[in-house]
């Protein structure tokens, strides 16, 4: 059961994706991830990127988030995330796109989000491309936390020199590594 922890939206119940080919967030995973930014989240912008069911970017809209970008390439993850957006009474604060994460990115064009959550399939092995992915679109300002969720102890980010791997956490067998521009 995936539920959001505090805000507006506090104790809605979210539905998640179906099959073993998904792996939603823990809920200790994600009360640890916002413990860390709770008292940053009021009108910030955040971009949920492999979206699933949006439950880390509707909790960053609960606790206080001006806008949630959500992007998924599966229509079954997007109609989720919309369905779960409606009933926490969170959706019109969102933009759900049904596009792959590359495309994107390269289509970017807006302003620096402050807040990104990466979580790909686990076996996609791609956070450090993502990454530099992100850097290059212009998504990423001089302020935003890129918050990285793999089943890696490391996430080497020395092939990218402008970012460092600032903090990291982890959550039984989920790591979270929390990345910055230097």
Same mark, same amino acid.
């Given at each position: 059961?995936?539920?959001?922890?505090?805000?507006?939206?506090?104790?809605?119940?979210?539905?998640?994706?179906?099959?073993?080919? %998904?792996?939603? +967030?823990?809920?200790? #995973?994600?009360?640890?991830? $916002? /413990?860390?930014?709770? @008292?940053?989240?009021?009108?910030?912008?955040?971009?949920?990127?492999?979206?699933?069911?949006?439950?880390?970017?509707?909790?960053?809209?609960?606790?206080?988030?001006?806008?949630?970008?959500?992007?998924?390439?599966?229509?079954?993850?997007?109609?989720?995330?919309?369905?779960?957006?409606?009933?926490?009474?969170?959706?019109?604060?969102?933009? %759900?796109?049904? +596009?792959?994460?590359? #495309?994107?990115?390269?289509? $970017? /064009?807006?302003?620096? @989000?402050?807040?990104?959550?990466?979580?790909?399939?686990?076996?996609?092995?791609?956070?450090?491309?993502?990454?530099?992915?992100?850097?290059?679109?212009?998504?990423?300002?001089?302020?935003?936390?890129?918050?990285?969720?793999?089943?890696?102890?490391?996430?080497?980010?020395?092939?990218?020199?402008?970012?460092?791997?600032?903090?990291?956490?982890?959550?039984?067998?989920?790591?979270?590594?929390?990345?910055?521009?230097?």
């Amino acid at each position: 059961m995936m539920r959001i922890i505090t805000g507006t939206a506090r104790g809605i119940r979210l539905e998640s994706p179906r099959g073993d080919a %998904v792996r939603p +967030t823990t809920e200790i #995973a994600k009360e640890g991830l $916002f /413990s860390s930014i709770q @008292f940053e989240m009021e009108g910030r912008r955040v971009l949920d990127l492999f979206a699933g069911s949006g439950q880390l970017g509707l909790e960053a809209l609960s606790r206080g988030a001006a806008l949630a970008v959500f992007v998924d390439s599966s229509a079954a993850a997007v109609d989720l995330v919309k369905k779960n957006a409606r009933k926490a009474g969170l959706f019109e604060r969102c933009r %759900v796109l049904h +596009t792959d994460y590359a #495309a994107y990115l390269k289509g $970017f /064009s807006g302003d620096p @989000f402050d807040y990104i959550f990466v979580d790909p399939p686990y076996d996609m092995n791609a956070m450090v491309e993502i990454i530099r992915k992100l850097l290059k679109c212009g998504c990423v300002g001089n302020h935003t936390w890129i918050f990285c969720e793999s089943n890696q102890e490391e996430l080497d980010v020395s092939a990218l020199p402008e970012v460092e791997n600032a903090k990291r956490y982890k959550y039984g067998k989920t790591y979270v590594h929390a990345v910055k521009l230097v």
